[in-house]
Structure formats: C-alpha cells, structure tokens
T-cell receptor
Framework: DTGVSQDPRHKITKRGQNVTFRCDPI?????LYWYRQTLGQGPEFLTYFQNEAQLEKSRLLSDRFSAERPKGSFSTLEIQRTEQGDSAMYLCASSLMGGGSPLHFGNGTRLTVT | AQSVTQLGSHVSVSEGALVLLRCNYSSSVPPYLFWYVQYPNQGLQLLLK??????LVKGINGFEAEFKKSETSFHLTKPSAHMSDAAEYFCAVTGADTGANSKLTFGKGITLSVRP
C-alpha cells in the first residue's frame, strides 16, 4: 500500500489559464473521489468514480471542471479558464466498495490563481 | 441527505489534559460516522469510524468516540493530550443506505492546540 499520490503538490497559475491535476489511487481501490478544501472549511465533494464510470458530480463542479478516470486507474481533474475563486486545495481519495469503507486521502494539490 | 456540525473552530488544552471534540450529525437514514485528522499541508488521515455494532469505537493514537443515536452525536475524546495531537480534526458522515457510494459529508473542522 503506497497510498494515494497526487501531482503536483502546488500549482500557481494566472487567471484564465487551464490546469490539470493527477491522482493515482491505491491500486486495489475501485472508487476514486475528488474533494475541494478552502481555508477554514472541511472538504467539499466534487465528483466520484467507480472504476472508469463517473457516477456523481456535485453542483460545485461547474462546466469549467472536468474529471476523467481512463481505464479505471489514475484520474485527472482539469479546470479550464481558471478564476481566483478556484484557489483551494484539491484532494483526491480512494476506497474499496462498501458503504462503510473509509476514504484514503492523498496530500492534495494546492492551487493558487493570481 | 446528511450534515455535520462541529461547534467551535478552535479548542486549546494543556498537555496531559482531556481532549473533547464535539460532533453532531443529521441524517435521514442510519449513519456511518468518521473522524479524520489533518496536519498542515497534508491530506486527511482516518482516526476511527463507526458503522455498526459497538457504539464506543477506538482509533489510532489513543483516540476514541462514542456514537449516541439519541443525541445524534459522535464526540471524539482522548484521556491525555500530547503535543503531537495538535492538528485539525474533521467529523464526517455518510448514509448507511448509500450502498456503493461512500461519499462523505464533512464538518468545518476543529483546530486543536496543545499547550506545554
């Protein structure tokens, strides 16, 4: 178990640019989640995959956001035309199936939009 | 739908004192409850969870929590605080009926400070 890996750890970009983040889950986990965390707040759910299928998207996930999980392995989260309000920590988590299976989180990607 | 309330954003205790972090939840179905800890610039680490069975659950680092359905609470405690416990703590809930979906709803978190 090498844990959930996220890349990059930090990203600074100018408003209007596109950014892409990558998440590598724990290998045997078939569920993968993206959360967003702003300062002083708990993580907020963005989207969720089971294998390669994206099963749920939050209303927080505007049309500028897109997530993929090709082949049910790693996942990418892309933000197009970034805005200052997108500045946050983006957390990826993975889990086994089963309603009580705990989420295992990566260390996150901190995005700063200037 | 589920929600979590963590009263107070900051708790300060002396080293060796009791730690009590409060969590109240709302859920229209039986809940699964979790506590996570987050150290600066890191992801969240699971401390403990309640799904079914014994209502007093023990976790890592000497923490435990008790599920009280009548009070809709899941407070986190530790008998004796250590300096290394200083971190942010999040309570989270999901519905037991979500089946294949383990999506968690988090509280806003409580920052624990430990005084020497």
């Amino acid at each position: 178990d090498t844990g959930v890996s996220q890349d990059p750890r930090h990203k600074i970009t100018k408003r209007g640019q596109n950014v892409t983040f990558r998440c590598d889950p724990i290998s045997e986990h078939n569920r993968l989640y993206w959360y967003r965390q702003t300062l002083g707040q708990g993580p907020e759910f963005l989207t969720y995959f089971q294998n390669e299928a994206q099963l749920e998207k939050s209303r927080l996930l505007s049309d500028r956001f897109s997530a993929e999980r090709p082949k049910g392995s790693f996942s990418t989260l892309e933000i197009q035309r970034t805005e200052q309000g997108d500045s946050a920590m983006y957390l990826c988590a993975s889990s086994l199936m089963g309603g009580g299976s705990p989420l295992h989180f990566g260390n996150g990607t901190r995005l700063t939009v200037t | 739908a589920q929600s979590v309330t963590q009263l107070g954003s900051h708790v300060s205790v002396s080293e060796g004192a009791l730690v009590l972090l409060r969590c109240n939840y709302s859920s229209s179905v039986p809940p699964y409850l979790f506590w996570y800890v987050q150290y600066p610039n890191q992801g969240l680490q699971l401390l403990l969870k309640y799904t079914t069975g014994a209502t007093l659950v023990k976790g890592i680092n000497g923490f435990e929590a008790e599920f009280k359905k009548s009070e809709t609470s899941f407070h986190l405690t530790k008998p004796s605080a250590h300096m290394s416990d200083a971190a942010e703590y999040f309570c989270a809930v999901t519905g037991a009926d979500t089946g294949a979906n383990s999506k968690l709803t988090f509280g806003k978190g409580i920052t624990l400070s430990v005084r020497p």
